[in-house]
Every structure is written in C-alpha cells, then in structure tokens.
C-alpha cells in the first residue's frame, strides 16, 4: 500500500516562474513530513521538512504548506532556477520514513 | 566528513547467490534505513532501525534480511538473489531518538546499484 503519493511524474516551468509539486498522503498518524532533492547517480538531499501541527515552513526560496484535512501538503519553489532542475520526494515520517514516486523538475532557461 | 558509507558500489549477482550490503554511519544517528529505488517507484523502504537494538520491516521486505551490528552499522542480505532484486540500493540514517526526531533529516548514501542475472 503506497501511503505516500506524488501523482505527477514530471514538472517543466520557465525560470523566475513558480514551481508547485504535490504530494498526498493515506495515513493520518504521520508526525513530520520532508521533501527531498535527488541528482542521478546521487542519494536523495533533504529540502524542507514540516510538522503534522504547522500549515506552514518556509526556508529561503522553498515554502512547504500542509493541508491535514485534504492530507494534501505541496512544495512551492519561488523564484525557480535551472539548478533546481532535479527528482523531488516527498516523505512522511514517524519512527520509519515512506517516499513518493517523485516527481522530476525541468527549469528551463 | 563520511557521512553514510555503502559498500558496495555496484554488484552483479547470479540468481541464487548470496551477498550483504554494507551501511555504516559516523554521525552518532540512532535511527537507520534501508531503501530500494526503482523506475516509477520512488523510494520503497525495506527495512529499518529505529535504534540500536530494534528493527522493523518496511514496505518491501521479502527476500531480505537485516542486521543493527551496533549503532554504527545496518547491513542488508539478500539469501537468494532473484532478478526482481535487481535495483538501487540506498541506506539512510538521522537522529530519531523519539517522537520529537522524527522530523529531522535523514542523511542518504551514493547507492548500491545491484544487478541480479
């Protein structure tokens, strides 16, 4: 059961621009949730994370907001650049740690 | 500054062989994990360690086996490799420690890309 879910495989958007990607969960007992960043051929690099009692974290160019009621939280990165360009994860943690599929952004210059 | 180590980089297997992944951490973490990265998967947890100790099954433990040699090291066997195994390999540790840790980082390794023929 895939209690972690990224439903969109791929993002592209213009540099400067807004990038959201998405993430949804089943399970309403996770205490934390955590985005990562992943490089071919590298281990996944943590981005962000918030607390199941935030609607909201915001570190620099990355904001996470989290809807409980929708068991919905997104990842906003404003403005985007191409080094972003990278597969995103979403996680959601108690004492273990389950990931989406991930979702691939393309800045484009 | 290792960090986490996985040995090894990659490895090809016969199907029916044997082999354990190596993980060891020297940040003091007391949670490990261990993950399998496939095309259109993500990240699928096998196993983990909560602490030093303890270990549970993840979401896709069958046909693997785990050791906590000590707080330092979390290994991954696979008894009998099939070439449904054949994937990406990556260890994670981060503090944990409790329910107020579960929102720290974890801290990944380059991978194990495993090939089972």
């Known amino acids: 059961d895939q209690q972690v879910k990224q439903n969109s495989p791929s993002l592209s958007v213009q540099e400067g621009r807004i990038s959201i990607l998405n993430c949804d969960y089943t399970n309403s007992m996770f205490d934390y949730f955590l985005w990562y960043k992943k490089y071919p051929a590298e281990g996944p690099t943590f981005l962000i994370s918030i607390s199941s009692i935030k609607d909201k974290n915001e570190d620099g160019r990355f904001t996470v907001f989290l809807n409980k009621s929708a068991k919905h939280l997104s990842l906003h990165i404003v403005p985007s650049q191409p080094g972003d360009s990278a597969v995103y994860f979403c996680?959601?943690?108690?004492?273990?740690?389950?990931f989406g599929a991930g979702t691939r952004l393309t800045v484009k210059p | 500054n290792a960090g986490v180590t996985q040995t090894p980089k990659f490895q090809v297997l016969k199907t029916g062989q044997s082999m354990t992944l190596q993980c060891a951490q020297d940040?003091?973490?007391?949670?490990m994990y261990w993950y399998r990265q496939d095309p259109g998967m993500g990240l699928r947890l096998i196993y983990y360690s909560a602490s030093e100790g303890t270990t549970d099954k993840g979401e896709v433990p069958n046909g693997y086996n785990v050791s906590r040699l000590n707080k330092r090291e979390f290994s991954l066997r696979l008894e009998s490799a099939a070439p449904s195994q054949t994937s990406v390999y990556f260890c994670?540790?981060?503090?944990?420690?409790?329910?107020?840790?579960?929102?720290?980082?974890?801290?990944f390794g380059q991978g194990t890309r495993l090939t089972v023929v």
């Open positions: 994670a540790s981060r503090k944990g420690g409790g329910p107020g840790a579960w929102g720290t980082e974890a801290f």
């Open positions: 996680a959601a943690s108690e004492d273990d740690m389950r």
């Open positions: 940040m003091n973490h007391n949670s």
